[in-house]
């Protein structure tokens, strides 16, 4: 039963390396897209085409714009090798729009896990999302400026939470 489960505390969901600091992005899918790039260059998704159809296909079954100016695109994929989420900070003065009531996103985390994955995906999501709701949080995502420091802050966040 134990193996259904994936323990968080072996995970690392992201790495500076798939961090973009001061994000240029036209459009959410843009966006996406770029941070997409850089789960498919770490090798933790197969096929960047394949993916990124199903994450805007997600988008446009629901927004995916949380409270506070984050953007939370994810889908679960047969392209996806390993539970993943890549973050980008926008760039001053730009923001995206992820269909959030209170507006734009300046924060934006692509999350991608395996197809067969699904309590996992469920699991990752509503523990990001739970940390992404602390204006704290989002705050020192934005304000942190480090890769190393921003990856440090996600997969920390999935240790460290609330069962």
Known sequence: ?????LDLHDVELTTPDLVILEMEAGSRQDASAQLAQRL???G???DLDGFLAQVNARE???ATGLPGGVGLPHARSEFVTETSIAVGITKYG???DFGAVDGPAT???LMATPAQSFSQHLEVLATIARSLFKENFRESLRRAHDTEVIAELIN???IFHDR
């Open 44 to 46: 933790r998704i197969s």
């Open 40 to 42: 498919y260059s770490s």
């Open 60 to 62: 446009h079954q629901m």
């Open 107 to 109: 924060l934006v985390l």
């Open 94 to 96: 730009h923001s995206l």
């Open 156 to 158: 920390s966040s999935l």
């Open 1 to 5: 039963m134990s193996d259904m489960f």
